[in-house]
């Protein structure tokens, strides 16, 4: 598959359309969005992190043969003719994992077997060694609960020529394992998602200079962000607010990134260039997005390229990373639509919410379990991010939060965070 451009239009709202509501916004970028990514090739050692292009198919089935789960002695469950126990006497050698026992066990007799040994022909059961006495060459056997004890089945984790990992999925450390044990070396994974990112402000100065500013808090936060998404950060640097530098800095993300996002000027205010810019010369929908905080998010085509435009307060352009550019970027970097799992639990805090927009606090687990929000919800409070562990998102309807009530906790690490 080749790179992909997406329509000029494709975040253009219908007429009329004002405050969007959360869930319409999502439904909107979900349906205007699509793949851009290539496909590549890559061995395993190196597809953690990466999205799979293609389903992974298994080559063998795992695992190859019934082998045994514990170590103990094998035997053929009929022998037991249904006693509780049963003396058997032991045939000459054993079975162990990756040394077969390669004969057949005679009719009425037990053999030493080792975890992971191919069960040998003649026998179908396992007991295990702490459920036996042995004394010289026979074995007494409490009878395991059923036929089949103690053995795992051929094919009972992947069965040959089925799939064992679906397109979309990105890879984490434990399919890595799900490929291997299916014989599978080297995988069909999306070219990384290129994402640039673009400060935005004549405040701004890089964090640890010297003078009079405001330190650049969203470049090293986004940056990172995309990076632990999978995606190739690509800096962009900071432009002051002035039409040509803002357009100089997209122009040369749009030359090598496949989506850009910017923080601040995404506003309508005199010094909102990015809108400004984004409206005179590229297609742009300021989409007043009825979530707090993050009230403005501009969303644009700039020469083919897809522009998130965040809020610049921190807070804010954090929360619409997660919540807006993230299932963006993920469906067009190959891995289809995706959604935090979140978790309903009591809230340890008190709140009359307004009707009209969805709010996403600060929050974390106290040690009861329940959830509890930061000191304060404004959005210059940087270190609100650092102090919790994800988000409580409120409904957007009216609601009174009691003490008690079941609230909806999205931890950061259902953002990949
Ligand atoms: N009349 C209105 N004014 C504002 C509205 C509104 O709806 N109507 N929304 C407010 C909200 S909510 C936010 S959020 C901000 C977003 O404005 P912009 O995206 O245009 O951002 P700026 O005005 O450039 O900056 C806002 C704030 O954040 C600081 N900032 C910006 N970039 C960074 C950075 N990289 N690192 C650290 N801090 C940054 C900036 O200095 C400002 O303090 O608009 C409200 N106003
Ligand atoms: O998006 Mo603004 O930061 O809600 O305050």
Same mark, same amino acid.
């Given at each position: 598959?080749?790179?992909?451009?997406?329509?000029?239009?494709?975040?253009?709202?219908?007429?009329? $359309?004002?405050?969007?509501?959360? &869930?319409?916004?999502?439904?909107?970028?979900?349906?205007?969005?699509?793949?851009?990514?290539?496909?590549?090739?890559?061995?395993?050692?190196?597809?953690?992190?990466?999205?799979?292009? +293609?389903?992974?198919? !298994?080559?063998? &089935?795992?695992?190859?043969?019934?082998?045994?789960?514990?170590?103990?002695?094998? /035997? !053929?469950?009929?022998?037991?003719?249904?006693?509780?126990?049963?003396?058997?006497?032991?045939?000459?050698?054993?079975?162990?994992?990756?040394?077969?026992?390669?004969?057949?066990?005679?009719?009425?007799?037990?053999?030493?077997?080792?975890?992971? !040994?191919?069960?040998?022909?003649?026998?179908?059961? @396992? $007991?295990?060694?702490?459920?036996?006495?042995?004394?010289?060459?026979?074995?007494?056997?409490?009878?395991?609960?059923?036929?089949?004890?103690?053995?795992?089945?051929?094919?009972?984790?992947?069965?040959?020529?089925?799939?064992?990992?679906?397109?979309?999925?990105?890879?984490?450390?434990?399919?890595?394992?799900?490929? #291997?044990?299916?014989?599978?070396?080297? $995988?069909? @994974?999306?070219?990384?998602?290129?994402?640039?990112?673009?400060?935005?402000?004549?405040?701004?100065?890089?964090?640890?200079?010297?003078?009079?500013?405001?330190? &650049?808090?969203?470049?090293?936060?986004?940056?990172?962000?995309?990076?632990?998404?999978?995606?190739?950060?690509?800096?962009?640097? +900071? !432009?002051?607010?002035?039409?040509?530098?803002?357009?100089?800095?997209?122009?040369?993300?749009?030359?090598?990134?496949?989506?850009?996002?910017?923080?601040?000027?995404?506003? &309508?205010?005199?010094?909102?260039?990015?809108?400004?810019?984004?409206?005179?010369?590229?297609?742009?929908?300021?989409?007043?997005?009825?979530?707090?905080?993050?009230?403005?998010?501009?969303?644009?085509?700039?020469?083919?390229?897809?522009? /998130?435009?965040?809020?610049?307060?921190?807070?804010?352009?954090?929360?619409?990373?997660? $919540?807006?550019?993230?299932?963006?970027?993920?469906?067009? #970097?190959?891995?289809?639509?995706?959604?935090?799992?979140?978790?309903?639990?009591?809230?340890?805090?008190?709140? +009359?919410?307004?009707?009209?927009? +969805?709010?996403?606090?600060?929050?974390?687990?106290?040690?009861?379990?329940?959830?509890?929000?930061?000191?304060?919800?404004?959005?210059?409070?940087?270190?609100?991010?650092?102090?919790?562990?994800?988000?409580?998102?409120?409904?957007?309807?009216?609601?009174?939060?009691?003490?008690?009530?079941?609230?909806?906790?999205?931890?950061?690490?259902?953002?990949?965070?």
């Amino acid at each position: 598959m080749t790179r992909k451009r997406l329509r000029d239009d494709c975040f253009a709202l219908p007429p009329g $359309v004002d405050w969007t509501p959360v &869930d319409e916004a999502l439904a909107r970028l979900r349906a205007a969005l699509s793949r851009v990514t290539a496909d590549e090739e890559v061995p395993l050692a190196s597809a953690a992190g990466r999205i799979l292009a +293609r389903p992974v198919i !298994a080559k063998r &089935d795992n695992p190859p043969a019934a082998n045994a789960a514990v170590d103990g002695y094998a /035997f !053929a469950w009929d022998a037991l003719c249904g006693a509780d126990e049963a003396r058997l006497p032991l045939a000459e050698g054993r079975a162990a994992a990756g040394r077969p026992f390669g004969g057949t066990v005679p009719a009425g007799y037990a053999l030493r077997i080792l975890t992971g !040994a191919e069960v040998p022909a003649g026998t179908d059961t @396992v $007991v295990l060694q702490e459920d036996c006495e042995v004394s010289g060459n026979e074995v007494l056997i409490a009878a395991p609960r059923k036929r089949g004890a103690n053995t795992r089945a051929a094919g009972e984790d992947a069965v040959a020529g089925t799939e064992a990992l679906p397109a979309g999925r990105r890879i984490a450390p434990q399919d890595l394992a799900r490929i #291997a044990s299916v014989g599978v070396g080297r $995988v069909a @994974v999306c070219a990384r998602l290129r994402v640039g990112v673009l400060s935005t402000g004549d405040e701004l100065i890089e964090p640890g200079a010297e003078g009079a500013g405001i330190f &650049d808090a969203n470049r090293p936060m986004l940056l990172a962000f995309l990076a632990a998404q999978g995606f190739e950060a690509v800096d962009l640097g +900071r !432009a002051p607010d002035r039409a040509e530098e803002v357009r100089a800095a997209l122009d040369r993300g749009a030359d090598e990134v496949d989506a850009i996002l910017t923080t601040g000027g995404a506003s &309508d205010g005199d010094e909102d260039h990015v809108s400004k810019l984004l409206r005179a010369e590229g297609r742009i929908e300021t989409w007043r997005i009825a979530v707090k905080p993050g009230r403005p998010l501009a969303l644009g085509m700039w020469r083919g390229v897809p522009i /998130f435009g965040l809020p610049g307060n921190p807070v804010a352009a954090f929360v619409c990373a997660l $919540v807006f550019a993230r299932p963006a970027l993920m469906l067009m #970097a190959g891995a289809g639509w995706v959604e935090p799992e979140g978790v309903m639990l009591p809230a340890a805090f008190e709140k +009359r919410k307004k009707p009209g927009r +969805r709010e996403y606090l600060r929050a974390r687990l106290d040690p009861e379990g329940r959830v509890e929000v930061f000191r304060s919800e404004g959005s210059g409070l940087i270190g609100g991010l650092s102090w919790a562990t994800g988000l409580c998102e409120l409904p957007d309807g009216a609601l009174e939060v009691v003490p008690g009530l079941p609230v909806r906790f999205l931890p950061f690490a259902a953002f990949g965070t």
